[in-house]
């Protein structure tokens, strides 16, 4: 989460946050007083727990296309999960153990992962319908991090934010900016032009994932931001 005396970003996970944050840190001007609240309120922070000034201020915040950044999500976790790699930013308090794959997160999401096929997409599938991750439990399913992006959106977000387009991430940025900053041209170009090292231009093959039944659950989830 980043604020200034201009506005509020709002990180959710997934929508090339970490790319967006570097880039503003390095090239927005010092009189905004731009400053990085992960330490006090994590990456992903929610609006509602700053301060009442800041809620003053503009907020925006980007949202993704559910059908890719649920594959996404899921990805990342079960890629960090077989490599035993640390991501505590991401997964809580602790992280995976280097020394191999644990989660500490009351969500639990080992026994969702462990023990699933190698392929990705099929990977996919057994832990949605069958251990219940993400999209909501279902019948026998093993405690999981059922949730979806529209309760992600309203669990850091709040009334008024402005809500902007991932898949747009660059332009919707310097279109944001003009409308509540002063002018900066250098940190559009900025925005404009670096590379993304966090923003993965290639999307999943979302198609591959999902069957109907799936289809009509995301529809079903996130009626709200299809809207």
């Excluded at 201020?57 to 949202?63: G, I, L, Q, S």
């Excluded at 041209?185 to 923003?199: F, G, I, K, M, Y």
């Excluded at 799936?214 to 299809?226: C, Q």
């Amino acid at each position: 989460m980043l604020v200034c005396d201009h506005f509020v970003y709002i990180h959710l996970r997934k929508t090339g946050g970490l790319w967006l944050r570097s880039v503003m840190l390095e090239h927005a001007p010092a009189a905004w007083q731009l400053r990085d609240l992960t330490a006090s309120h994590g990456r992903h922070g929610a609006w509602d727990a700053l301060p009442v000034t800041e809620k003053q201020k503009p907020a925006v915040c980007f949202v993704r296309n559910p059908f890719t950044w649920y594959v996404s999500l899921f990805t990342m976790a079960l890629r960090d999960y077989r490599s035993g790699s640390r991501h505590s930013d991401a997964y809580g308090p602790g992280g995976w153990h280097v020394g191999g794959p644990r989660y500490t997160e009351e969500a639990q999401w080992a026994p969702v992962l462990e023990d699933l096929p190698e392929d990705p997409r099929t990977a996919f599938q057994v832990a949605v319908k069958e251990r219940g991750a993400l999209l909501g439990p279902t019948v026998g399913s093993v405690a999981a991090p059922a949730f979806c992006l529209s309760d992600e959106v309203r669990r850091q977000c709040g009334l008024g934010v402005d809500f902007r387009r991932y898949e747009a991430l660059r332009d919707e940025t310097v279109a944001f900016l003009r409308q509540v900053a002063p002018p900066c041209p250098a940190l559009e170009r900025a925005v404009l032009s670096c590379a993304p090292d966090h923003v993965r231009q290639r999307e999943h093959a979302t198609a591959d994932y999902y069957d109907a039944a799936l289809v009509a659950r995301v529809l079903e989830h996130d009626a709200d931001i299809f809207e």
